[in-house]
């Protein structure tokens, strides 16, 4: 079964709470939002995913210029291309 990553990246939405927690388990929920200081993942508040609501899934570093998706996400920690990342996603879902 063939999956796309705008599918991939859609299941991951819906689970977006536990997957950021994944990604960050140093990570702290604020007002709907799991809160790092970077997309390296130490302690702060700067980088954002959004875990509820119609915009889980989204992130955004406040203080750099990444933002995007899930799989984007994934690929910035990771270090790893896009297709690295859904593969990663796949794997975690």
């Known amino acids: 079964m063939i999956v796309t990553a705008r599918e991939i990246s859609s299941q991951l939405s819906a689970q977006a709470e536990a997957y950021a927690k994944w990604l960050f ?3 702290r929920k604020e007002s709907g939002e799991w809160c790092v200081g970077s997309v390296d993942g ?10 509820t609501g ?3 899934g ?5 203080a750099g210029a990444e933002k995007g998706d899930l799989l984007t996400l994934t690929s910035l920690t990771k270090r790893v ?8 996603a796949k794997e975690w879902l």
């Open 25 to 27: 388990p140093n990570g």
């Open 42 to 51: 130490e302690a702060g508040s700067s980088c954002k995913v959004r875990v």
């Open 54 to 56: 119609a915009r889980a």
């Open 58 to 62: 989204i992130f955004a570093d406040f």
């Open 81 to 88: 291309t896009l297709g690295e990342a859904i593969r990663i």
